[in-house]
């Protein structure tokens, strides 16, 4: 109940500018601003009169006001998803270094479309560091027993492979310079300004005379929290747009995840056998 000023027998009091008028059960509610503030803060059922100037009722009045807005901003800054941040480039490339350190077998739809035409595939990540397998359209490449692979597929179906050489760090050295490019185009360059919602960040182009921006106009992307996989990134360019997103994602990878097909096995075994006839 909300009282203020000086009672009357129907249920109603009267406070200089302000009323409020109620009636029991049916939750009737009038009021005349701007002294409202007032008549709550003095409603009490022991003050039958609040003997206030009108400019003191006016100064409590925004008093009360202002101690509202104050609760209502407090309220909004701690509903705040905890995982945006004040710095998002620092966690844009966070995010991205443990994509890319994440134990995870994860397939993806790729789509790249324009006004004159659409290419759909299907990629496939195996990854568990140093190693890893990539596959996509009609490439493999990875880091698998130590070696370093990449193989193609022709359009008569066939599969030729590079010789394969020893990996030597050549994950972390990948990874590195992933990160370094980001931070190039990020933090030195300022390319894009970042912005963070809570695992999905938003990429926007500054520079609109730059040549071939990498990222497009804008681009967007977001990373699963619990696995650290990439979920889905979308570029932008005039006429075109590219849309990549995660059909699964396993968090462990297994002996026969790293198994190549049988034509790319001895697409390899050739290509070793020519390195070895080779003169030295």
């Known amino acids: 109940m909300l009282s203020a000023g000086r009672a009357s027998p129907n249920g109603s009091?009267?406070?200089?500018?302000?009323?409020?008028?109620?009636?029991?059960?049916?939750?009737?509610?009038?009021?005349?601003?701007?002294?409202?503030?007032?008549?709550?803060?003095?409603?009490?059922?022991?003050?039958?009169?609040?003997n206030v100037t009108p400019v003191r009722r006016r100064l409590l009045g925004a008093g009360v006001l202002l101690g509202a807005t104050t609760a209502l901003v407090l309220l909004v800054v701690s509903m705040r998803d905890p995982r945006t941040s004040s710095d998002p480039v620092a966690s844009f490339l966070e995010a991205w270094r443990r994509w890319r350190s994440s134990e995870l077998v994860l397939t993806a739809e790729y789509e790249r479309s324009s006004e004159r035409a659409r290419l759909?595939?299907?990629?496939?990540?195996?990854?568990?560091?140093?190693?890893?397998?990539?596959?996509?359209?009609?490439?493999?490449?990875?880091?698998?027993?130590?070696?370093?692979?990449r193989c193609d597929r022709l359009p008569d179906n066939d599969v030729v492979c590079s010789p394969p050489t020893p990996a030597r760090d050549e994950w972390r050295r990948r990874v590195d310079?992933?990160?370094?490019?980001?931070?190039?185009?990020?933090?030195?360059?300022?390319?894009?300004?970042?912005?963070?919602e809570g695992g999905c960040f938003h990429l926007f182009l500054t520079d609109a005379s730059f040549p071939s921006p990498p990222e497009g106009e804008r681009a967007t992307y977001c990373f699963d929290e619990e696995t650290g996989a990439l979920?889905?990134?979308?570029?932008?360019?005039?006429g075109v747009e590219i849309r990549w997103r995660a059909a699964s994602v396993r968090p462990r990878v297994r002996a026969e995840d790293f198994r190549l097909p049988h034509d790319v096995s001895e697409a390899l075994r050739r290509s070793r056998r020519a390195t070895e006839r080779q003169p030295r």
Request: some cysteine; charged content about 30%; proline content about 6%.
């Open 13 to 50: 009091y009267d406070a200089g500018a302000t009323r409020i008028t109620f009636a029991v059960g049916r939750r009737r509610l009038r009021a005349r601003f701007p002294e409202l503030p007032f008549a709550v803060a003095c409603a009490s059922p022991r003050l039958a009169r609040c």
């Open 177 to 196: 310079d992933e990160l370094a490019s980001w931070a190039e185009i990020l933090r030195r360059r300022r390319l894009y300004e970042v912005t963070d």
């Open 231 to 238: 979920l889905r990134y979308r570029q932008v360019w005039p």
């Open 120 to 149: 759909a595939t299907t990629h496939k990540l195996v990854q568990r560091p140093p190693e890893y397998l990539r596959i996509q359209a009609n490439s493999l490449e990875g880091v698998v027993s130590g070696e370093t692979i």
